[in-house]
């Protein structure tokens, strides 16, 4: 299984750690989406920008 990313709001204002963890991802503009492989690693980002990004099973 994969998980579909798509960042929803913008990085402005919010912390460095927030902000590297979504360019970890892949995310670095609004409305970016990018495929990830669905394991704890991956999890573990969504959940520190889990107010950021919309999530969704492929």
């Known amino acids: 299984m994969a998980l579909k990313i ?3 709001r913008s ?4 912390k460095k750690n ?3 963890t979504a360019h970890s991802l892949g995310l670095r503009k609004v409305n ?6 669905d394991n704890e690693a ?3 980002k969504i ?3 889990s107010h ?3 999530v969704e099973e492929v």
């Open 6 to 8: 798509k960042l929803v």
């Open 18 to 20: 927030q902000i590297a």
């Open 47 to 49: 959940k520190i920008i």
């Open 11 to 14: 990085l402005n204002s919010c």
């Open 42 to 44: 991956t999890k573990g």
């Open 52 to 54: 950021l990004v919309k």
């Open 32 to 37: 970016s989406e990018t495929t990830q492989p």
